[in-house]
Structures are given as C-alpha cells and as structure tokens.
C-alpha cells in the first residue's frame, strides 16, 4: 500500500507541472505556427509563429514557445507557408475602380475595332439618348494613333458616348457626346486641359486633361444600388488578393459610403480617403471638421492626404517635360497650372497642416513639385492635422538652409520621370516617392521612345530612389492598372511582362529584391499614411492583418509570383478570406 501511495506522489509530481502549465496558457483567439512569418522590418525577419487576440497581434516567435505559451481559440498550421502583413495600396482609385467594374471595360483591346465592338454590345442593351461609358482603351496598341468620334457615331448615334483611356487622363467622345457638351469651333481649351481638332478646326472626340470636364461633368452620377454593387464587388477583389489597407483617391464624399459599409461590418479594408486638393482650405477645413464630428475608428476609415495634379501622363503624351519628347519634337506635355501657382496652392495648404500628393509624371512636373514643397519646408509648423510636430533638419540643402521636414510627408505621386539632379532632392526635402510597378511593365513598349535613351534612365526609377533612402510605397494605381498586388510584386522584381520579355527585363539595374518590394506594399505603404505604428509589420501590437501565401514568394523564381495567391487573408484578427 505504502510503495502505490509513493507511486501515486510521484507521478502527480511529475504531471502538476504540466498541469499548473496548461491552465495558466493565456487564451487567445488565433495562432498561426509552423509557417515561414516574414516580418517586414529593417531586417526582414522571419518568425515561425504569430499569436492574436482580438484584432492585435500579441506576440511572434517560434510554434514551440508560443503553443506553450497560448490556448487559442482557432489554431491553423501553416505548414512551412509564407506569411506576410497585408497589401497596403498606396495608390488606388478604390471606389472610382468599384464603378469601373459596372462599365464598358476596353482593357486590352487591341484595336479600335474590338473596343467599338465591345461598345456596341452595351448600345443594344442602352435605351435610345441614355448616355454608355466606359474605361481602358489604349491608343499604343493601336498603332499610337488616336481614335475619333467618327469610330462611335457609326455605332452609337443615337446615344452619348464617353470613354476614358487606360490612365484617365484622356477622354473619347462621340458627337451626341459633344453635342449635348455644346463643343464646337469656337469652344476655348480648358486651363491645363486640350480639345483635340482636326484641320478644319473641327473636334475630333479626344479631350485631354482638364477638357474632358466638359463631357464627363454631364454624365449623370451613379444610383446608390449601382453604388453598392460597385463596392461590394471591389472589396471582395481585395479580400481575394490580400488587400487589407487602401489609400484611395475618390475623394471626400465616397466616405459617406464607406462609412455604411462600416457601420454594417461589411468594409474589409481599412481606408484612407484622400481630399482635393483644388479645394479652397476653408472647405478642406470644413469637410475634416464634419468628418471628425462623425467619430469614425481611424484604424478603418480616415482623411489623410490632398490629391492633386500637376501634369498629365506619359502614354498620353501630356505628361509634363523640361524638352519636347523624343518622337514627337514640338510637345512638352500639360501642365495643369503655371509653377508659381502650383507653389502658392502646396505653401498654403502646408501651412494648414495638411500633407499633399501630387500626381507628377514628367521631369518638369517633378521638379515643378520639388520645388513647392522646398518653399513649404522653409516654414515651420507648430502641429499638424495628425498630432505630429515637426522638427527641424539643418543645413540639408547646399548653403545650409534650415527646413523643417520630419513630420510632413509630402508625396509625389508617380514620380516616373526624374531628372538626375533631382533624386537627392527627394530624400534632402523628406518628400516620398509614391510608385506603381506595374507602370513601367505597361509602359515599356514605347517609354523608350518617348523618353529617348538617356531621360529614360531616371524612369521608374524605385530601386535609385531607394539608394537615396527615399521612401517608396507602392501602390497598383487601379483601375488604371489590375488591383492585383502580385503583379506589383512582379514587376518590381523582374521588370518583365507577364510572357518574360525582355529577357533580363527593362532597365534591369532597378529590379528590387522580394523582400524589398514587399516591404514597399507593406510597411512603406503604412508610412506614407502615418500609420507605421499601427501596421505594415508583423510584431506585437500591431494590427492583425496578414496575408497567408500559396507559394514562398523569397524563394520561387519570378514568373511564380503571378500564380501565387492567398490562402487566407485575415483583416482585423478575423478570417475574411479562405482559398476553397
């Protein structure tokens, strides 16, 4: 009896500690372990664990550690797969896309025939004078010629047409179109706008820049079932590539919608909306106040920048330059405003406290940007709309001149060609440079002889303006280009298409690294929207949005990048997409 008791005490010795263990596990709503966890800081650290609770990650480490440490609600083994924070689109026509996708869409039509085609399908469903449009074309496939209003009157007369090129910056119109838009010999150009005319002084239906208001401000404005349809189906893009965050330019009035979506639990991104940066700063001012009365978590749903445009872009030949483009000898592009406008307008709204993005393609549009931002930097802020305070840099510009720059985060949007003089300048005036990989996979076919061989050197240039340290987000500048971050990813990478050519890609000196490019979508994206703190890595405290890939994106070879896809996509601690 005596040695069973002993027996008995020694086995409960043995068990106690483990049983002491097991009940003092913290419970925890979620643990992913035994996967490969790129971190996405400095170091690109790779963890084998992740732990969360709620909508914060808790802890990282390795699947021993932290399945000793933690009894969790769903556990999900990773079995080796790579793990990343989620895709932050640092450049997005979010809801404008959503309302793309209810559209004509002329994406690769590869002649003017096949987009008409497609146009005249949508005339036979389109009652008699209600207006059909549309998005995607793109004159380079077409020989670089552009098309007329003559190409939809045969197949559209009787309805208004209006659709708009690939990059949104021109528009073609049918002559109801320009009719009921009262275009005719004697309509004026816009300011940084061009009504195309043929030689007898006629309008030929392309509308460049700003013009293209004269058509598209007649277009009726989409119902709110159209609306709601468009989102829902954006979103459910997003969830299916991995998108957690967005940074979206459709201005201050499509927070109204996002803040419905919200409110009902179905928004699965978090947002920050961008204002106009053509507003007055009296109703800049007022449209922050009424947003801020609404109380909004400003983890999902935020005002950050003000957008606006100094030039137009490359494919269009509107894009500002400092020489006449190389195959086209008397054309320097659209400015939108004269410089000293344009400085006047970015001093004014920096002053306010508000941090500015400008859409600048060519190398006078950048410099036209750069040069703003230095008169802005020279005074100094005492606070700004997010809370930071400035602090002073000395003597970073030759001559020792003090600017003021930590805080600001000023953007240039694009940024796609620099001069060589100017690249420093990003980095000495702190000014981020906001990229879209995918650009120069589209527009390789002919930016060499836009740009000639020497300009096209400092053309999407992400891997120089790293070398500088200047920080670079990346974005997919959707529906200007698919909301499909991989192909970001790719391009970055590879500088290739998706067939692989050229081989070795273009401009191969400014391929990025996986890990680098990834870091742009992830972290870099969360800094340019002040929201480093919060997102953008994986590591204890930050916000549990990640992305569980079906392939080692550090390790496949480049052309498996576009196959690769979520297996699930977690958002706010919560599972919002599963690959069945």
Not at 243 to 256: A, C, H, L, P, R
Not at 482 to 511: F, H, K
Request: charged share 25%; net charge neutral.
């Amino acid at each position: 009896m005596l040695k069973n008791l002993i027996k008995i005490a020694l086995v409960a010795s043995l068990l106690l500690p483990n049983l002491v263990l097991a009940q003092a596990k913290q419970k925890i709503s979620m643990l992913l372990y035994n996967g490969k966890v790129f971190t996405a800081d400095e170091k690109f650290t790779i963890v084998e664990a992740v732990a969360i609770d709620g909508e914060k990650i808790i802890a990282v480490g390795t699947s021993r550690e932290l399945k000793a440490k933690y009894a969790a609600a769903k556990e999900i083994d990773l079995r080796g797969r790579l793990v990343t924070p989620g895709f932050n689109d640092a450049h997005v026509h979010f809801f404008r896309g959503a309302l793309s996708l209810l559209t004509v869409n002329l994406l690769d039509a590869k002649t003017v025939d096949e987009a008409t085609r497609r146009v005249a399908v949508k005339v036979k469903e389109t009652k008699t004078g209600e207006w059909i449009i549309g998005r995607g074309w793109d004159h380079t496939l077409w020989g670089n010629k552009f098309p007329n209003k003559n190409d939809l009157d045969r197949i559209a007369p009787n309805n208004p047409v209006f659709l708009v090129r690939v990059d949104g910056h021109i528009g073609w119109a049918n002559s109801a179109a320009l009719k009921l838009a009262k275009i005719d010999k004697s309509t004026k150009n816009t300011e940084g706008g061009e009504i195309e005319r043929d030689a007898a002084g006629e309008a030929t239906g392309i509308l460049k820049e700003t013009a293209q208001a004269l058509v598209g401000g007649l277009i009726p404005q989409p119902n709110k079932e159209q609306q709601i349809k468009g989102m829902e189906l954006a979103l459910k893009m997003a969830r299916e590539y991995g998108i957690t965050s967005v940074q979206d330019n459709s201005g201050y009035e499509t927070t109204k919608l996002y803040r419905e979506f919200l409110n009902q639990n179905k928004l699965t991104v978090r947002v920050a909306e961008w204002q106009d940066f053509e507003d007055s700063v009296v109703e800049l001012k007022r449209q922050r106040a009424e947003f801020d009365s609404f109380k909004d978590d400003a983890n999902r749903l935020k005002l950050t920048a003000l957008k606006g445009y100094v030039d137009g872009t490359l494919g269009s030949k509107t894009a500002s330059m400092l020489a006449p483009f190389t195959d086209d000898d008397k054309n320097v592009g659209i400015m939108r405003r004269p410089p000293e406008e344009l400085t006047r307008m970015i001093v004014e709204r920096d002053a306010a406290g508000f941090q500015i993005a400008l859409h600048a393609i060519g190398d006078k549009a950048n410099r036209m940007a750069l040069d703003g931002f230095e008169q802005a930097n020279k005074t100094p802020l005492s606070a700004d709309l997010y809370g930071k305070t400035p602090t002073v840099r000395s003597g970073v510009i030759d001559g020792g001149t003090r600017f003021y720059v930590a805080n600001r985060r000023n953007r240039i949007e694009h940024a796609q060609v620099v001069n060589p003089a100017d690249f420093k300048r990003f980095q000495e005036l702190g000014i981020i440079a906001s990229m879209q990989p995918t650009h120069a996979v589209s527009d390789k076919r002919w930016a060499d002889s836009r740009l000639g061989e020497y300009r096209v050197l400092g053309a999407y240039a992400w891997h120089l303006m790293k070398s500088y340290n200047v920080h670079v987000p990346f974005g997919t500048d959707f529906p200007v280009e698919a909301i499909n971050p991989y192909a970001t990813l790719y391009a970055a990478v590879s500088r290739q298409d998706a067939e692989g050519i050229p081989a070795g890609g273009w401009q191969p000196q400014e391929r990025l690294s996986i890990e680098d490019a990834i870091r742009c979508h992830t972290f870099e994206a969360a800094y340019a929207e002040f929201a480093e703190n919060v997102k953008g890595e994986i590591k204890a405290g930050m916000l549990a949005d990640l992305v569980v890939h079906s392939k080692d994106l550090t390790t496949i070879q480049h052309p498996e990048i576009l196959t690769t896809a979520p297996v699930y996509t977690i958002f706010n601690g919560q599972i919002i997409y599963e690959k069945k």
